[in-house]
């Protein structure tokens, strides 16, 4: 590409987002489009969670190292967590330094995305909202999720409590996965996350709610709005296109398969391909050897969870806290389960070709396949359940929204379409 072309990136959130700073910094003339309104829109304040215990080091040191200011966003730590077993037993998982830290997504001026979008137009990248184009014109494809693999729908509530985070491993409420509630600063969320596809999503929304309610009685909540979305799990076959494109984010399938963090690799992915526009060292090779082994570790730890249900659910809970006593710290045990170890490689070799279906596209994706439900999916709604239904319906009518379109399977959120 010659020195003075200008560049375009396709998808204003973290990843486009990060590489275009990089660039303009270094004083590229970028072109960021995006289909919708502003980055972030395609969240609706949801919290996620920066985790901490997958690396060597703080995310937040790699923020400082890459030049983004992460007091640009507002973030709250914690070393504790109350780590829920799936029957219902409550243990407390703790460390010294930070767990993870929970940011908010969306478009109010203290989400992570528009902290990156401020630092981008410091920059001078120039910003383009409801803007659609041809991808194959774009140099950087950041375009977010195309398919789903899974849903992760929740409910944000106005809450007294003072700040709690808790995890709940539960393969009733949560097919597949894991469910959890976050208050911060008077605001609450209780999400479900569902790697099984399900006839009537709500109603595990609707269970978990009532779990946590059953759980944590001293939690008042005020129902705001139900939010939500999809995640597209893809292992692709180059990480550079033949014409060039870097394809970065959770469009280059840089995110983790077993419970879908993707934001540390979202922006880490758009550095890399940043650095590459910029004379260093190739994205594609850089990817493989920061990004992949991960990503290949979080697939056998996908294919491992697609296997098991509550029992083993219970068994890592007890194991996770065993080693917690012996090593004095709550991360060893959940950091080694994100790590790369030769086990993970050999699960991964071995079930990779089996559990990741070939997809279309230019990167020669293989995409992990929104499973079918399980015959012990099909439950009647307790009666609390019912009550958490009723009370949101109540909202509803007084006009609470649920921000996206559908939580019925395929129908959320159909975005990354070609131009
Ligand atoms: C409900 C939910 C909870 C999550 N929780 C966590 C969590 O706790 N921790 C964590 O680390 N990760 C979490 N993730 C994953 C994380 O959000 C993603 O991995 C991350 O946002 C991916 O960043 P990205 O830059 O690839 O995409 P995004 O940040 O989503 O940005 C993609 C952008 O591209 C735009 N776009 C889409 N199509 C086009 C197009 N054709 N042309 C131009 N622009 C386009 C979109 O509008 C969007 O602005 C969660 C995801 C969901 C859905």
């Given at each position: 590409m010659p020195s003075d072309h200008p560049v375009t990136v396709a998808g204003a959130g973290l990843s486009g987002l990060a590489a275009a700073i990089l660039l303009a910094r270094a004083g590229k003339e970028v072109h960021v489009h995006d289909i919708r309104a502003d980055s972030g829109a395609r969240f609706d304040g949801d919290f996620q969670a920066l985790e901490n215990w997958s690396m060597d080091e703080d995310f937040f040191d790699q923020l400082e190292a890459w030049g983004f200011d992460s007091s640009e966003f507002k973030s709250t730590a914690f070393s504790v967590v109350d780590l829920i077993h799936p029957d219902d037993a409550v243990t407390q998982a703790r460390t010294n330094g930070v767990a993870y830290r929970i940011v908010e997504r969306g478009t109010s001026p203290h989400t992570i995305d528009q902290a990156f979008k401020r630092m981008a137009i410091e920059a001078g990248v120039t910003l383009h909202y409801k803007s659609r184009i041809n991808?194959?014109?774009?140099?950087?494809?950041?375009?977010?999720?195309?398919?789903?693999s899974a849903l992760a729908l929740g409910e944000i509530f106005h809450t007294s409590h003072p700040n709690h985070i808790a995890f709940q491993l539960n393969?009733?409420?949560?097919?597949?996965a894991y469910s959890y509630m976050i208050i911060i600063d008077g605001v609450g969320l209780i999400c479900t996350c569902l790697w099984r596809k399900q006839r009537g999503s709500e109603r595990f929304l609707n269970e978990c709610i009532a779990t946590y309610r059953r759980l944590y009685p001293d939690v008042d909540m005020q129902p705001v709005k139900r939010v939500g979305g999809k995640g597209d799990f893809t292992l692709n076959g180059?990480?550079?296109?033949?014409?060039?494109q870097h394809f970065v984010g959770e469009s280059g399938g840089l995110q983790d398969f077993m419970w879908g963090f993707g934001m540390r690799m979202a922006v880490w992915s758009g550095v890399l391909a940043a650095q590459d526009m910029l004379g260093g060292p190739t994205y594609d090779r850089e990817v493989r050897k920061h990004l992949l082994p991960y990503v290949r570790t979080s697939v056998a730890n996908r294919w491992l969870m697609n296997r098991v249900g509550d029992r083993t659910f219970k068994r890592m809970c007890l194991r996770w806290m065993r080693d917690q006593e012996r090593?004095?710290?709550?991360?060893r045990w959940i950091g080694r389960l994100f790590r790369p170890s030769p086990t993970k490689r050999l699960i991964f070799g071995l079930t990779s070709p089996f559990m990741l279906k070939r997809a279309d596209g230019p990167m020669r994706p293989r995409r992990l396949p929104f499973r079918p439900a399980l015959p012990r999916d099909a439950w009647e709604p307790s009666p609390e359940a019912l009550n958490v239904k009723a009370s949101w319906e109540a909202a509803r009518r007084r006009g609470s929204h649920t921000s996206f379109e559908s939580i019925e399977g395929e129908a959320v959120e159909h975005d990354a379409a070609p131009a």
């Open positions: 991808l194959e014109h774009a140099d950087i494809v950041a375009c977010g999720p195309k398919e789903t393969d009733k409420v949560a097919p597949g180059c990480y550079t296109s033949r014409s060039g090593s004095g710290d709550g991360l």
